[in-house]
Nanobody, 114 residues
Framework: QVQLVESGGGLVQPGGSLRLSCVAS????????MGWYRQAPGKERELVAA??????INYADSVKGRFTISRDNLNTVYVQMNSLKPEDTAVYYC?????????WGQGTLVTVSS
């Protein structure tokens, strides 16, 4: 089993930056891909960005050019979020896909507001 712990959320003004971190523990050698999703109030959870073990990266159109995902070793994934907008406000969830299942973190709130 894999467990995920996220950190880095908070309140930021429009145009500001935040970096979210997610550390995986447990059966990390079973991880195929890691990434970030978000869920805004009243909306469905959506992909933000993901990276596979081979380095293939996928971004949501809404964050391209502003967010950058990176992966450190086998068990840590980051997302650097720049030029944040109020519409980026959401709970951000770390996600990893393993050879057996899909695992979610507990979520971290990002609020973009002046």
């Amino acid at each position: 089993q894999v467990q995920l712990v996220e950190s880095g959320g908070g309140l930021v003004q429009p145009g500001g930056s935040l970096r979210l971190s997610c550390v995986a523990s447990g059966s990390i050698f079973s991880i195929i891909a890691m990434g970030w999703y978000r869920q805004a109030p009243g909306k469905e959870r959506e992909l933000v960005a993901a990276v596979t073990g081979r380095g293939i990266i996928n971004y949501a159109d809404s964050v391209k050019g502003r967010f950058t995902i990176s992966r450190d070793n086998l068990n840590t994934v980051y997302v650097q979020m720049n030029s944040l907008k109020p519409e980026d406000t959401a709970v951000y969830y770390c996600n990893c896909r393993t050879t057996e299942n899909q695992v979610w973190g507990q979520g971290t709130l990002v609020t973009v507001s002046s």
